[in-house]
C-alpha cells in the first residue's frame, strides 16, 4: 500500500514559478513510476509528466513541455514537478500518482492516487 500526499499548491501571478512536491509512504517507493496529472474545472483529468523508477523522464504533455520539469529523490521518497511560465490555463488541482507500471501511469490508471493540491494561476 502506497499513500501519496501533495504539497507546494496555491496562487500565483501568470508568468510565476511552483514546485508541487509528493511524498509517500512506502519504503518500496523507489519501484514505482511516479506521475503528476491535472483536473481543471470542469474538463477531464489530464496527464502532465511521469518519470520511471530510475529517473528517465516519460515525454511530457504539449501543453507544459519546456515549462514544467519532473524529478524524484529516491532517499526522500518524494518526487517533484517544477512549474515555470506558469499559464492561467494552467490553474487545475494537481494530483500525484504510483504505479509499478508505467504504461498504467500514463494511461492514468494508477494503483494509486493522492488527494491533490489547487494551483490557481491569474493573469
Known amino acids: 500500500q502506497v499513500q501519496l500526499v501533495e504539497s507546494g499548491g496555491g496562487a500565483v501571478q501568470a508568468g510565476g514559478s511552483l514546485r508541487l512536491s509528493c511524498a509517500a509512504s512506502?519504503?518500496?517507493?523507489?519501484?514505482?513510476?511516479m506521475g503528476w496529472f491535472r483536473q481543471a474545472p470542469g474538463k477531464a483529468r489530464e496527464f502532465v509528466a511521469a518519470?520511471?523508477?530510475?529517473?528517465?523522464?516519460?515525454p511530457y504533455a504539449d501543453s507544459v513541455k519546456g515549462r514544467f520539469t519532473i524529478s524524484r529523490d529516491n532517499a526522500k521518497n518524494t518526487v517533484y514537478l517544477q512549474m515555470n511560465s506558469l499559464k492561467p490555463e494552467d490553474t487545475a488541482v494537481y494530483y500525484c500518482?504510483?504505479?509499478?507500471?508505467?504504461?498504467?501511469?500514463?494511461?492514468?490508471?494508477?494503483?494509486?492516487w493522492g488527494q491533490g493540491t489547487l494551483v490557481t494561476v491569474s493573469s
Open positions: 500518482a504510483a504505479d509499478e507500471r508505467v504504461d498504467l501511469l500514463k494511461m492514468g490508471e494508477s494503483k494509486y
Open positions: 512506502s519504503r518500496t517507493f523507489r519501484r514505482y513510476g
Open positions: 518519470i520511471t523508477w530510475n529517473g528517465v523522464t516519460i
